[in-house]
């Protein structure tokens, strides 16, 4: 069992889970700024107004990747700090872009390599004011566009862009659960505007337009000169059939993926839906034109994946309603024959299931074609974590096993089954921002003292790190 010599390995985050400094210099608001604000939409009330204060840390920052021997870093960019206003005809803010220009080159002397996201969840909220944000295609596909750009333009010393992060995330919390912001739902006692059964879909398709409008820029104006790559994150989690021996369970195993993750990587690699949404879904699944295939279609150097966990999958009879966005059938902890998938944790969505991650690493590269697979996020929260002493938080010994196990799992799948995965991003490097959850569930592999100046302290988890990839990466 082993990785290539030069994979790269290293911890992920994300802006407004760690940055802070909402109001300076000349950052303009997000939905979630916004989102924030509305009572009762964040778990313990909090915002990412300080977060990690990261913004002011960076060399702090820096050093700790550097002393756990990361190779790589994922984060990523405020997109109203770069335009407070977001649009292609707003100004653009120096000092925003400045940041992250001297973040990269200090990443860089610092011997990591940078992976920037150019979207993870936080719209400028002018654009979703203007002119209803995700939901108007011309314009926000025109905008992102624009967006990239500049950052293209501004760091042509980065070599690994992420458009969109998890746009299922933004597309199905965003505007169907409204569980995340922008909030929108048609449960009208959580929220004045939305229509879950249509929403989505609308939204999900723009976000592919917006990708594929931001590669081609990659590919035509930038790729020649600087080289580098570019590709999409996509969530996803492992399925098993909730009763093997029924068919119809098997069958929703597949459609639960497709649902979850082929909705964009089929357009991605094929230029189409899949047939099983398409069939349940009808015309409130939108069409490509023609043109628009011709975006989409090809348009990932690589594929970023972000996984934590895995559902037994047992299939529902009759017709689905109509904000039904899993495909018809039930995800379930616990099989037909009384098996646990896995123990619990803070977030109850996520349940450690490692072999599910190299059941999944197969099934995404039968079905694409083996692409180059960076795990752009993967990790765990711990069951009541935020309640301990410090002394236990820091032996986190649950999230280096689990840690151990999926990255063996990755790595079978790398000298056992073919997959060309090439990199790996834990999630997170340290205690963040959790959207709904606050500063609740905490995933980091570093503690943050957030009643003591945002102290950070590295846990036994993030120690573990560099041996355990020492253990695999073969030496040239
Ligand atoms: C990812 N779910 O989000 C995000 O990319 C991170 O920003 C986040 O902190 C991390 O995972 C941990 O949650 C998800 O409810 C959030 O299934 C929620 C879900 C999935 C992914």
């Known amino acids: 069992m082993s990785l290539p010599s030069d994979f790269l390995w290293g911890f992920a985050t994300a802006a407004y889970q760690i940055e802070g400094s909402a109001d300076v210099d000349g950052r303009g608001p997000s939905i979630w700024d916004t989102f924030c604000a509305i009572p009762g939409k964040i778990a313990d009330g909090s915002s990412g107004a300080v977060a990690c204060d990261s913004y002011k840390r960076t060399k702090e920052d820096i050093d700790l990747l550097k002393s756990l021997g990361a190779k790589a870093y994922r984060f990523s960019i405020s997109w109203s700090r770069v335009i407070p206003l977001g649009g292609r005809n707003d100004p653009v803010n120096q000092k ?5 220009v001297k973040f990269v080159d200090d990443l860089l002397e610092a011997g990591i390599t940078p992976f ?6 936080d719209l400028p909220d002018a654009l979703d004011k203007r002119y209803g944000g995700f939901l108007n295609k011309e314009e926000f596909t025109a905008d992102f566009e624009n967006y990239a750009r500049v950052l293209f333009k501004a760091i042509p010393k ?4 992420i458009t969109f992060n998890e746009p299922w995330c933004t597309s199905i919390l965003g505007y169907n659960s409204g569980y995340f912001a922008p909030g929108h739902t048609s449960d009208r006692t959580r929220s004045a505007v939305g229509d879950s059964a249509r929403e989505c879909w609308i939204v999900g398709h723009n976000i592919l337009i917006a990708h594929g409008k931001a590669v081609k820029v990659y590919r035509e104006e930038f790729k020649p000169v600087n080289g580098g790559e570019i590709g999409i ?14 068919p119809a369970d098997v069958e929703a195993c597949d459609r639960k993926i497709e649902f979850a993750i082929s909705w964009f990587a089929d357009p991605i690699y094929f230029g189409k839906y899949p047939d099983s949404m398409l069939k349940q879904l009808g015309d409130r699944l939108p069409t490509f034109t023609p043109e628009e295939v011709a975006l989409v279609k090809g348009s990932n150097d690589f594929y970023g994946m972000n996984h934590y966990t895995a559902n037994y999958i047992k299939h529902k009879t009759g017709t689905p309603p109509d904000d039904d966005f899993l495909g018809n ?12 998938i896995g123990p619990e944790t803070q977030s109850f969505w996520l349940r450690p299931h490692a072999q599910g991650f190299r059941d999944l690493l197969n099934w995404l590269s039968k079905r694409y074609g083996y692409p180059k697979i960076y795990v752009t996020e993967n990790g765990t929260s711990l069951k009541g974590e935020n309640d301990m002493s410090l002394e236990q938080i820091v032996e986190d010994d649950f999230r280096v096993k689990y840690f151990d196990d999926y990255v063996h799992a990755m790595a079978k799948a790398f000298s056992e089954d073919g997959v060309n995965v090439r990199g790996y991003l834990a999630w997170s490097l340290m205690d963040n921002f959790e959207w709904a959850e606050g500063y609740e569930t905490r995933f980091g592999v570093t503690y943050v003292d957030y009643e003591n100046d945002q102290k950070r302290y590295p846990k036994k988890s993030a120690k573990a790190m560099k041996p355990l990839f020492e253990s695999l990466i073969k030496k040239e």
Not at 96 to 100: E, F, I, K, N
Not at 158 to 161: A, S
Not at 233 to 246: K, M
């Open 96 to 100: 925003g872009l400045d940041h992250y």
């Open 116 to 121: 920037i996201t150019l979207f993870h969840w």
């Open 158 to 161: 980065c070599k690994h862009w």
């Open 329 to 340: 059938l039930e995800t379930l902890f616990y099989s037909k024959s009384g098996e646990c």
């Open 233 to 246: 994150t996509l969530n996803g989690d492992a399925v098993l059939p909730w009763d093997p021996e029924d």
